[in-house]
């Protein structure tokens, strides 16, 4: 036992119309006039088309003012949110600038041309990311995970600036833009640097194995903070990745190892989730997971995909951090039985994944050719249909109307996937890569069959049976020994 007393409860929160300090007011409504002013630029792009660009600096074009409106909108419903969340806080100030200042370098990053403000942009999220970590500034497992923070966000602003020196010394290019103009001519030892670096750089700030550490060590958040940063934060590396496509995809390897890589944080991600105690943990290790599917579709080659996965994800994510304190009071311990066995569900499954591909497949046109495009298909019908069996399983139906049910919930989510890939295509056209399918190699097929038949024997509850790979997953799956609380009654100081 730690030997402290608790503090005496502050008792009701003030009602934040009438006490809000001024600035948590004036944020929140500035956020939302930026979320306004980008629906008129994005508006605006659609019926105009091109680039808007000061050369050189900044170039805004369908990705730019894609993000504007995504970040603007979470930042906007968090700011609100926080609005009663930290109300009476001595931090709350504090913390709305942080959360707007992450806001703008966002914004900032994806507008920024200029390799020098594209990566001190970088190293800036990371930085406000880690102060939303350590908010609170007594409290030493905060300043702990925001220190953990720290280390793997500078790492990963020191692999961008040698990916970017590397690329600015291959092509004597100084923009983003330049460089994907200039990339016939890379290659070589110098390009797999820079290439290497700028994934290393997507897999540490999306949070992928081996680099979940910072994640699932950063539950010292406050809550809407755990919001921008799984909603919004991490999937800065499919950004990254499809800023600089171009250099990514000249190379075959090289984008199978990136295929490689998501699929295993993937499966890894459900595997670390099925061991985790409470809800927050829970929501950190699908992260992982997730991500590994946004990666896996940039290794693809089908980064309109990317974009679109990490935007239906966040939108998900974000809802359920917010909501996870209504969460905790209406779940109560039950008995699981949530494996669906037996011929007819999977008949049902199979059946309803072979028509939500087919279905896929004709309001994309991904899956059609015998290239990477079967394997995206495939992926989004698993991973979508995972996602539609998650929420049909967590009711009180019977187990044979849980089977109808899935089709009735997976069917419409698929399309609605389908559409919104096909319009964020369409809004990406003009970027240097936004599709590039790979050819279809024995590869591809062997990682896709692995990870089918991994997927399969999680589902099955094979992996419980085994107590020693419990106890790994347990230990792979625990934060920095030196951000976890180890008496309830330091919980009550904060």
């Not at 369908?62 to 009663?84: A, E, K, N």
């Not at 110098?190 to 540490?204: D, E, K, N, S, T």
């Not at 250099?247 to 490689?260: F, K, Q, S």
Request: hydrophobic share 55%.
């Amino acid at each position: 036992m730690s030997g402290r007393t608790s503090k005496t409860p502050v008792g009701a929160l003030p009602e934040t119309t009438v006490e809000s300090p001024f600035v948590p007011v004036a944020l929140t409504w500035l956020v939302w006039v930026l979320f306004s002013a980008s629906i008129v630029l994005l508006a605006a792009r659609v019926r105009f088309g091109g680039v808007w660009e000061i050369p050189g600096v900044v170039a805004v074009d369908g990705l730019t003012v894609l993000m504007w409106v995504v970040v603007t909108f979470f930042s906007g419903i968090v700011h609100s949110y926080s609005r009663r969340y930290m109300a009476g806080s001595s931090y709350e100030t504090g913390f709305f600038l942080t959360v707007f200042g992450f806001t703008v370098s966002v914004m900032g990053l994806v507008a920024a041309d200029h390799i020098a403000s594209f990566g001190l942009l970088w190293l800036t999220m990371g930085l406000l990311m880690a102060k939303l970590i350590g908010i609170v500034g007594d409290w030493e497992q905060a300043q702990a995970a925001a220190t953990v923070a720290r280390r793997y966000f500078f790492a990963s602003s020191a692999l961008l600036g040698v990916a970017l020196t590397a690329l600015w010394w291959a092509t004597g290019a100084t923009t983003v833009s330049g460089i994907a103009a200039a990339t016939e001519t890379l290659g070589g030892p110098v390009w797999f640097v820079a290439a290497g670096a700028l994934i290393l750089a997507a897999m540490i700030q999306s949070a992928l194995v081996p680099f979940h550490n910072w994640l699932l060590s950063s539950m010292t958040a406050p809550t809407p903070a755990s919001a921008v940063m799984h909603a919004g934060f991490v999937n800065a590396g499919g950004i990254l990745l499809t800023r600089f496509a171009p250099v990514v995809t000249v190379d075959a390897t090289l984008m199978l190892a990136v295929v490689v890589v998501g699929a295993a944080s993937a499966l890894l991600g459900k595997l670390l989730k099925s061991v985790q105690p409470d809800v927050k943990s829970k929501l950190a290790c699908s992260t992982v997971g997730q991500m590994g599917f946004m990666i896996m579709q940039a290794g693809l080659g089908f980064f309109g995909a990317a974009i679109t996965h990490l935007i239906l994800h966040g939108f998900y994510k974000a809802y359920r951090f917010l909501s996870a304190g209504g969460q905790v009071e209406r779940t109560s311990p039950t008995k699981t039985t949530l494996q669906e066995t037996g011929v007819a569900g999977a008949a049902v499954i199979l059946l309803t994944g072979l028509t939500g591909g087919a279905l896929f497949a004709v309001l994309t046109g991904e899956g059609t050719s015998l290239d990477s495009g079967l394997l995206l298909a495939f992926f989004v019908v698993l991973t979508t249909l995972h996602a539609a069996r998650s929420a049909v399983r967590h009711t009180s139906l019977p187990a044979m109307v849980r089977y109808g049910a899935v089709p009735l919930v997976f069917l419409p989510a698929i399309t609605v996937y389908a559409l919104v890939y096909t319009a964020i295509s369409n809004l990406l056209t003009g970027l240097p890569v936004v599709t590039a399918p790979t050819e279809l190699s024995v590869f591809h097929v062997v990682v896709a069959a692995v990870f089918l038949a991994v997927y399969v024997a999680m589902e099955a509850g094979v992996h419980e049976r085994s107590k020693r790979l419990y106890v790994m997953l347990v230990n792979t799956s625990q934060p920095s020994s030196s951000t976890a609380l180890t008496a309830r009654e330091d919980y009550n100081d904060y």
